[in-house]
C-alpha cells in the first residue's frame, strides 16, 4: 500500500483545468507539509507548490502562481492542487510529497518523508 497516490491527471486542452489529488494512508496527513512537484520528458524536476501543516503556509514556482492553487483536507487525509488556464509547458508527469511541517524541504528539494508514483498531465489541442 502506497503511503500517497496521486490521482486526476489526464488530457486537457489549453486554457483547460484538472485538479488533481494526493491521498495518504498509513500516516496522519495532518502534521505533515504537503508539496508538489513535477518532471516533464527530458528535463529535471521541478517545484511545484507547497502547503505547510500549521498555518496553511502556500508557496508557488513563479511559473505556475496565479494559476495553480494548492489546499489540504486533513479530515480526509488528502492534498489537492487545483490547474486553471494550464499551458502546454505544464505537461509533465506530478507528484505529490509530505514532509515535516514547514515547506523547507519542498524548497531546498529533499528531505521529504513520503512520496507517491505521480500522475501524468497532458495539455495539449
Known amino acids: 500500500q502506497m503511503p500517497l497516490v496521486e490521482s486526476g491527471g489526464g488530457l486537457v486542452q489549453p486554457g483547460g483545468s484538472l485538479r488533481l489529488s494526493c491521498a495518504a494512508s498509513g500516516f496522519t496527513l495532518d502534521y505533515y507539509a504537503i508539496g508538489w512537484f513535477r518532471q516533464a520528458p527530458g528535463k529535471a524536476r521541478e517545484r511545484v507548490s507547497c502547503?505547510?501543516?500549521?498555518?496553511?503556509?502556500?508557496y508557488y514556482a513563479d511559473s505556475v502562481k496565479g494559476r495553480f492553487t494548492i489546499s489540504r483536507h486533513n479530515a480526509k487525509n488528502t492534498g489537492y492542487l487545483q490547474m486553471n488556464s494550464l499551458k502546454p509547458e505544464d505537461t509533465a508527469v506530478y507528484f505529490c510529497?509530505?514532509?515535516?511541517?514547514?515547506?523547507?524541504?519542498?524548497?531546498?528539494?529533499?528531505?521529504?518523508?513520503?512520496w507517491g508514483k505521480g500522475t501524468l498531465v497532458t495539455v495539449s489541442s
Open positions: 510529497a509530505a514532509g515535516p511541517g514547514t515547506c523547507s524541504w519542498w524548497d531546498q528539494g529533499y528531505g521529504m518523508d513520503y
Open positions: 502547503i505547510s501543516s500549521s498555518d496553511g503556509s502556500t
